[in-house]
């Protein structure tokens, strides 16, 4: 019985938990659709059983569905991810599997109303509760269990245009959000089948060559580059909800293969606030401000008000540094506010004074520190 429906006058529903499988309120004033039915058609203990017992089914029924449409998330993606393979290609092959990988993880963390991408509702129609005889209409409050909403903080989809289409090229959006910025960024992944053929019918010919040359990758990296079989662009979400274009370019600092950058570029966007802490993710940084407080103005940062600011404060002194000091005192500050931030309470409920990093001013000097 559904005690907090309980009136001080007396009332008490007789609803059992159908109430709370609706998510409505009954009171003496204003009593629920079960409540207002017995009243009016007489309904029998054995029908009230059967209805609760009815309802639970089709609640249980309803969760399935949000089950298997999260779970097809995750299997869509992988899908989506996998056709971008090809036969002979065996390190782009291992490229894209390490992609499925950070897809894979990002998924796994799981959705809730600050982190999801993409959501979906399921109801589930009980007005077909064979208690009721012929001519008797379920009230509107018991004829639907209330929507169940399955949620993801990743998704992939086909983002392919006309003209795209035409030249053999696909285009695979993927969306998600920092895991504490709550910011929504997109990876549109190009891939061009032709193209991957054709290296891919040379490969051993050229791996060969490249082997006389041991001290670095550069003839299969130029023919991967050359060939361009796949590319990918950066967008973060602006305050209205549209795309901003952010110029993220490894150019191969990852591996030789772009998938392996694609990969990389998963987890360091998931953890965007640490990321932009790295001297050379000067793109990333600009604007992380602005984008992270709009992310919190929209319900979505999990981040507090006190550590937003105390992670833009890093920023200034991260971009101070890289003009001011050498490489390798810029990175032990970079290493400094990581250790920091890594406490999830560092910041949380309190502003924090200035980072002293007094100790790294004798390693600075007049000239601009060398981006890597």
Request: charged share 30%.
């Amino acid at each position: 019985m559904n005690e907090d429906n309980n009136e001080a006058g007396g009332w008490v529903c007789e609803s059992g938990d159908v109430c709370d499988l609706f998510q409505v309120r009954c009171e003496s004033d204003n009593k629920c659709c079960w409540c207002t039915m017995k009243e009016e058609q007489s309904l029998s203990p054995q029908v009230q059983q059967g209805y609760e017992e009815y309802l639970a089914e089709k609640k249980a029924k309803q969760e399935a569905e949000a089950d298997a449409t999260n779970n097809a998330y995750l299997a869509d993606g992988i899908a989506r991810l996998n056709e971008m393979k090809q036969s002979g290609l065996d390190a782009h092959n291992k490229s894209i599997d390490l992609c499925i990988a950070a897809f894979t993880d990002i998924f796994n963390m799981g959705a809730d109303d600050q982190s999801m991408v993409r959501e979906d509702g399921h109801t589930a129609d009980v007005s077909d509760f064979p208690g009721f005889s012929e001519g008797q209409q379920v009230r509107p409050c018991c004829n639907k269990l209330p929507s169940m909403w399955t949620m993801t903080n990743i998704w992939a989809y086909d983002d392919t245009g006309e003209y795209d289409r035409a030249r053999n090229k696909k285009t695979l959006s993927i969306e998600f959000r920092g895991k504490e910025s709550g910011i929504k960024y997109k990876i549109s992944i190009s891939y061009k089948h032709q193209r991957a053929f054709k290296l891919a019918r040379s490969i051993d010919v050229i791996v060969q060559a490249n082997s006389l040359y041991p001290i670095s990758d550069s003839v299969l990296r130029g023919f991967v580059e050359a060939s361009d079989f796949l590319s990918f662009q950066v967008h973060r979400e602006d305050a209205d909800g549209g795309w901003d274009y952010l110029c993220i370019d490894p150019s191969g600092d990852f591996g030789v293969w772009p998938g392996d950058d694609v990969a990389t570029l998963f987890m360091c966007l998931y953890d965007d606030l640490n990321t932009a802490l790295d001297p050379a993710m000067y793109t990333l940084r600009h604007g992380m401000q602005d984008a992270s407080k709009i992310a919190f103005l929209n319900g979505n940062s999990k981040s507090s008000i006190h550590r937003l600011a105390a992670y833009e404060a890093a920023f200034e002194r991260v971009a101070e540094a890289t003009k001011k000091m050498k490489r390798e005192a810029a990175l032990s500050l970079t290493s400094k506010l990581k250790s920091d931030f890594s406490d999830p309470e560092y910041a949380r409920d309190s502003p924090r004074a200035g980072i002293d990093y007094e100790m790294l001013q004798d390693e600075a000097w007049e000239a601009d520190w060398n981006d890597y």
